[in-house]
């Protein structure tokens, strides 16, 4: 077999955005300023049920692992057991670092002397930075490892139903929040792919939802390039 889906890359290019976008607000964040510091600990929230917004970064960070343990791995492990052995063991390492960084950010809330919660951010930076880099580098590996093995043992097709099945299990504002990391961090080719298969398959207010979202967080130039090819 020798397929050409790959499952990995387009959503991980979504999530780099959200790392970029996440480290450059911890170290230029002031936290001396308390709404700013506090803004900033909600979206570091982990856990979906008790965040205030389904974008919270660690939220879809650990949801990403999860998918793929759910779906992706235990049909690759038929093919490739050592590597997704040490891909789940890289998962475990990722949540051990965001529940850490979850407690830290939740602390800081109480801390009322603005030289303290200065100390703290220094640290929750830190944290995070660790986070960041092992984060990048199992992605990495799940696109160089991991996708030639999904294209040799996998036909497009298997692989389709497998992302149908990740996507079946989002909830909407979940799958609305990361397209909008995801599709504005695309290239032309790869949106214009995308969108092509959602427009040939998907229900029209669906593929109205993703034209929305593409058109407020696309660079105008790119989307322009993308709906002409699309034809939408
Ligand atoms: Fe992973
Ligand atoms: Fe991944």
Redesign the pocket.
Known sequence: MSGTEDL?TPV?KGIRAMIYDLSARLQTNDFTDRDSTQALAQDLEIDFAIARSAGCFLCAFAA??HD?ERVVFPRSAEAANALVTELIRDHQGLTRRELEIGQHARALGSISSPGERTAAGIRLNQLANELFAAYLVH?NR?ETELVPVMREHFTDAEQAQMRGAIIAGFQPDRLFALLGWMLPALNVSELTELLASVKGAAPPPFMKAISDIGAAHVDAERWAVVKQRVGI
Do not use: L, N, Q, T
Request: net charge negative; glycine share 0%; charged share 30%.
């Open positions: 990995f991980h990403h692992a793929e992605m799940e």
